[in-house]
């Protein structure tokens, strides 16, 4: 479904991804760990054509697709979905509009409001969210966990081919963090595919991990199956200080 070949970024004058390679399988999950500063976040917002990023050398290609040039609204549309480590308040929509106008411009297809409407609500009351919070602006004085779930509750309404999740679990509390991991499993299906990055491996406990990669200085240095995130947890990262 995606393959990246020796991918160089950069933002303004500082290179971050150094060479990066890495191939993600239709109904894979592909867990990204590494320290704060390492390019992850870097990858995904190249992966979706964050504007601040410049692509300096290599190849993303989706589906046979190369998407290097492509702008993101483009990329959206086929099928790329980015969850947010910090996801903005965008005060004047409500979540309702937000998610039914995305589905729309995505999917290209006109939404039948009440249908859409009964769907939303269901989605909400698996992953916990006040029904209320459909017509208020979006993340508009949410709470850290509230923002997180309304992302997963995109997740859903969107299903896209390929979801990108930055560090969705990132200050949630152990109850907030399994309904999360529940919400992601729900989405996930033989036929879409997931790069998670994680500091916290109890997002991962409902999923079942093909492989895990350790980011250091903008690439790869350690690729391997789950059990490479107990690795991690055990020794951190100095012990992959010599690969890279």
């Known amino acids: 479904m995606l393959e990246i070949k020796n991918l160089h ?7 971050i991804l150094r060479g990066l390679n890495l191939n993600v399988g239709r109904g894979e999950i592909h867990v990204i ?5 390492a390019g992850k976040s ?4 190249v992966l979706l054509g964050h504007p601040k990023y410049e692509i300096t050398g290599g190849e993303i290609f989706f589906e046979g697709e190369d998407l290097t040039t492509l702008k993101t609204f483009e990329r959206a549309r086929r099928g790329i979905f980015l969850s947010f480590q910090n996801p903005e308040e965008i005060p004047g929509i409500t979540v309702e509009n937000m998610l039914r106008t995305s589905k729309q411009a995505v999917t290209g297809e006109k939404i039948k409001i009440l249908q859409f409407r009964k769907e939303l609500r269901a989605l909400m009351s698996e992953l916990q969210i006040d029904p209320a919070y459909a017509e208020r602006y979006m993340n ?7 923002k ?5 509750l995109q997740l859903l309404v969107l299903n896209p081919k390929l979801a990108l999740l930055d560090e969705t679990d990132s200050g949630l509390d152990v ?4 309904i999360v991991s529940s919400g992601v499993a729900k989405f996930h299906n033989e036929n879409n595919s997931c790069i998670i990055i994680t500091h916290n491996a109890q997002i991962l406990k409902h999923l079942p991990v093909t492989y895990a990669h350790v980011f250091l200085n903008g690439r790869i240095v350690k690729s391997g199956g789950a059990e490479l995130v107990g690795e991690v947890t055990a020794g951190g990262y100095a012990q992959f200080e010599v690969a890279s």
Do not use: C, P, Q, Y
Not at 140 to 146: A, D
Not at 148 to 152: A, F, G, M, T, Y
């Open 9 to 15: 970024a950069k933002a303004g004058d500082k290179e």
């Open 175 to 178: 109850d907030a963090v399994e």
């Open 33 to 37: 760990l590494g320290a704060n500063g």
């Open 140 to 146: 508009v004085g949410f709470s850290g966990g509230e």
């Open 42 to 45: 870097t990858l995904m917002n």
């Open 148 to 152: 997180k779930r309304n992302e997963i």
